[in-house]
Each structure stands twice: as structure tokens, then as C-alpha cells.
């Protein structure tokens, strides 16, 4: 069963920044972290849970929400089985738990949550102004 253990959340001020960072293990003999799609989420109290940035299972194709582009940066290091979210210029409407997220098929990749199969415990981001 695969396992998702987020890291590098925090409390800074706005402006500020955080590395967030995904380990990933239990895939097991068949298909493995580097065939599938990983994606960001978060969840700010009250408020539904968002796909934040996406990337493919090579790293070539990335997806942000148009509150994040040009702040945050999703990457992967495939030898590692590890995802990371650079969180830039930081705003206190990016406060949330943010989760990451393993998509269910091998080599497809889109931001729906509802296409995700596996998920982190969540790591919060606060950032105040």
C-alpha cells in the first residue's frame, strides 16, 4: 500500500517562503512512483480541498491554480520517490493544510481530486501578514 508522508510546513510571514516535501513509499512490484502523476492539494478551514500544482510522472508537464503561478513550483526527484512544492512570495490566503496526492492510473495525469487514490496526512502552511 503506498504511503505519502508530508514535510516543510510552517508559519512565516507574507512574503516568505517554504519547501514542502513528499516521501513516497510502498509501491511494490508492480507499477512505480516514477510511472504516476503526483499533485499538490490544500484545504483551508471551511473551504473545499484544491488541487494547488500537478506534475507528470516524468516531470515535464506541470499544472498550476492561477493563484499560484508564478510563486509556487512543484518538482520530483524519481530516484528519491520524492515530490516538493517550493512555496514563493507567500500570501495569507495560502494558509491551509496542504496534502499531497497520487493519481490512480500509471502514466495519465489530470488535477481532479477525484482521480487521486492516495493521500498524505497533510502538512499545514500558516502565513500571516
Known amino acids: 500500500q503506498v504511503q505519502l508522508v508530508e514535510s516543510g510546513g510552517g508559519s512565516v510571514q507574507a512574503g516568505g517562503s517554504l519547501r514542502l516535501s513528499c516521501a513516497a513509499s510502498?509501491?511494490?512490484?508492480?507499477?512505480?512512483?516514477?510511472?504516476?502523476?503526483m499533485a499538490w492539494f490544500r484545504q483551508a478551514p471551511g473551504k473545499e480541498r484544491e488541487a494547488v500544482a500537478s506534475?507528470?510522472?516524468?516531470?515535464?508537464?506541470?499544472y498550476y491554480v492561477d493563484s499560484v503561478k508564478g510563486r509556487f513550483t512543484i518538482s520530483r526527484d524519481n530516484a528519491k520517490n520524492t515530490l516538493y512544492l517550493q512555496l514563493n512570495s507567500l500570501k495569507p490566503e495560502d494558509t491551509a493544510m496542504y496534502y499531497c496526492?497520487?493519481?490512480?492510473?500509471?502514466?495519465?495525469?489530470?488535477?481532479?481530486?477525484?482521480?487521486?487514490?492516495?493521500w498524505g496526512q497533510g502538512t499545514q502552511v500558516t502565513v500571516s501578514s
Open positions: 496526492a497520487k493519481y490512480s492510473r500509471p502514466w495519465r495525469c489530470n488535477s481532479a481530486r477525484s482521480d487521486y487514490n492516495a
Open positions: 510502498g509501491y511494490g512490484s508492480g507499477y512505480a512512483y516514477s510511472n504516476y502523476c
Open positions: 506534475i507528470d510522472f516524468a516531470g515535464e508537464i506541470t
